[in-house]
C-alpha cells in the first residue's frame, strides 16, 4: 500500500498535496463535529488530535498550506453570518473567505522550513499569537475532551513527543512516544457547584426579530413569566441571556422598577444595553434586594463590537458597513457580583472565552450569551469547548445563559 501512496504522490503531486492537507484539516477539527453532534469519544479525539500535531510537522510546505485553508473554513464559516443583521450581507462569503486565507497564512508559517524541530517550535509559538485579537483558535482546544491535558507544557511535551522520532536512530525512534505519557491529564477538575439554587434560562428568539419593536412587549412578558416561575419553584437566582432586554435599561425606569420588585424574592441576573454620554455599553445587570449593580463589558468582540484596526480604518469601516455606528466602550478590568455572600466573575458571551476573565480568585462565572447572530452553525459548540477549556485550566465553574444554544453548567 506504502509503495501504491509514493506511485500516486509521484504522478499526482498537487492532488496528493490537497488529499494531505484536507485530512490533517479534518483530524484537527474533528473534536467539534463530534461534539456539535453530541458524540464522546475521548480515545478518538485524543488520537485524532494527536496525529493532526504531527502530521503538520511533516507534511510537505504546499499541504499545510490547504491545512490552514480548510481549519479557517471548517471552524469559522460562521463568522460572516451576522454581517446580514447590518444590511450587508453580500460580505458573508467574503468574510468566509477571508478567514480561511488568515489561517492558511497563520500556519502557512511551518510552511517556511522543512525541518520539523522548527516547525515543533514554530507551532508551539503559534499557540500564543491571536490574529487581530481573535483567540477562538486555541491549538490546545484539541484536547479539552481528551486524554491529553489544555496546558501549555502538555503540547510542548505533544511536538518534543512527536518531533523527536526524527531525530532517533531506527530502534530509538518509537521510544519518544512514551514521553506523551508525561502529556496525560492526570488532574481531575476540582471545580465545584455554587451553593446556591441558580435557574439558567435558555431563550430562542431569532436575531431578525430580536430587536424589533414587535417583539419588545412578548420578550419582557416572557422574562417576568421565568421570573415569577422561579420564585415559585424557590429558585435564589436566576439568570438571562446577554441582551435579553433589547433596549438601553437606564432610559426605562418603569422596567427597571418592577425588575426591583421582583428581586426582593430573587436575585435577577440579565443582559441590556447602557448608555451614558454618547458612548455605549454591553452590560449584564444585577437585582438583588430592591437593588440593582451594573457590570459593563471588558473584552469586545473583534470586527463584532470593535475593529481591531488602526483609527481611520475604525471610521472607514464603520462608515461604509455599520452605517456610522461607534465602536462598544468597555469597562477598565473585569466586575464581580456578589450573590448571597457567594462570589461571581461576570463574563457577557466573547469575554467568557479569553484569559482576562478568569484572572485573579474565580470560582464561580455567571455569563450570559447571545449566539443567535450565527444560527444555525456551530459557532455555540465552539463557545462551550472554550468556556470548557478555560473552567478546567482555572478550575472554574461557569454558569451560561444563551439565546439559541449553549445554555448551561460548564465546568
Not at 443583521?85 to 468574510?95: A, S
Not at 437593588?291 to 484596526?309: D, R, T
Not at 469597562?331 to 457580583?337: E, G
Amino acid at each position: 500500500m506504502r509503495k501504491n501512496i509514493e506511485i500516486f504522490k509521484n504522478n499526482n503531486p498537487l492532488l496528493f498535496d490537497l488529499i494531505l492537507g484536507l485530512a490533517t484539516a479534518l483530524l484537527f477539527s474533528a473534536f467539534i463535529y463530534f461534539e456539535h453532534w453530541g458524540i464522546t469519544l475521548k480515545l478518538l479525539n485524543t488520537i485524532f488530535g494527536v496525529a493532526a500535531i504531527g502530521l503538520l510537522l511533516y507534511i510537505p510546505k504546499r499541504a499545510i498550506l490547504v491545512t490552514g485553508f480548510f481549519i479557517g473554513l471548517l471552524w469559522f464559516y460562521w463568522i460572516g453570518y451576522s454581517f446580514k443583521y447590518n444590511g450587508v450581507g453580500f460580505l458573508t462569503p467574503i468574510i468566509t473567505i477571508s478567514f480561511a486565507i488568515i489561517y492558511m497564512l497563520f500556519f502557512g508559517v511551518l510552511a517556511l522550513t522543512d525541518k520539523v524541530y522548527v516547525r515543533a517550535i514554530l507551532l508551539f509559538s503559534l499557540s500564543f499569537f491571536e490574529p487581530f485579537d481573535w483567540n477562538w483558535l486555541q491549538i490546545e482546544l484539541l484536547f479539552v475532551d481528551s486524554y491529553i491535558g489544555v496546558f501549555k507544557y502538555q503540547l510542548f511535551i505533544v511536538l518534543a513527543a512527536l518531533s523527536l522520532p526524527n531525530y532517533l536512530k531506527m530502534k530509538y525512534k518509537d521510544a519518544s512516544i512514551f514521553l506523551l505519557v508525561l502529556a496525560l491529564n492526570f488532574n481531575s477538575s476540582v471545580a465545584k457547584e455554587a451553593p446556591l439554587k441558580i435557574k439558567l434560562v435558555p431563550t430562542d428568539i431569532t436575531q431578525d426579530i430580536k430587536w424589533t419593536k414587535a417583539s419588545l412587549k412578548p420578550t419582557v412578558l416572557m422574562v417576568f413569566k421565568e421570573i415569577q416561575s422561579a420564585i415559585n419553584k424557590n429558585y435564589e437566582v436566576i439568570v438571562f441571556p446577554e441582551s435579553v432586554f433589547p433596549l438601553y435599561m437606564n432610559k426605562n425606569q418603569k422596567l427597571i422598577d418592577i425588575l426591583l420588585k421582583y428581586s426582593q424574592d430573587i436575585t435577577i441576573i440579565a443582559g441590556s444595553l447602557y448608555t451614558d454620554k454618547g458612548n455605549n455599553y454591553n452590560v449584564t445587570y444585577m437585582f438583588q434586594e430592591g437593588k440593582y449593580e451594573m457590570a459593563k463589558k471588558l473584552v469586545l468582540v473583534p470586527f463584532g463590537e470593535y475593529i481591531p484596526l488602526p483609527k481611520f480604518a475604525q471610521n472607514i469601516i464603520n462608515d461604509m458597513f455599520f452605517a456610522g455606528q461607534a465602536d462598544f466602550v468597555t469597562a477598565d478590568k473585569p466586575t464581580d457580583f456578589m450573590i448571597k455572600g457567594v462570589k461571581f466573575r461576570n463574563a457577557i458571551c466573547y469575554e467568557a472565552t479569553c484569559a482576562e476573565i478568569y484572572k485573579g480568585d474565580v470560582s464561580f462565572v455567571i455569563a450570559i450569551s447571545n449566539n443567535a447572530w450565527f444560527a444555525p452553525s456551530i459557532e455555540p459548540t465552539i463557545q462551550k469547548l472554550l468556556m470548557r477549556y478555560y473552567a478546567r485550566k482555572n478550575a472554574t465553574t461557569i454558569y451560561h445563559s444563551a439565546n439559541y444554544k449553549g445554555t448551561g453548567i460548564v465546568k
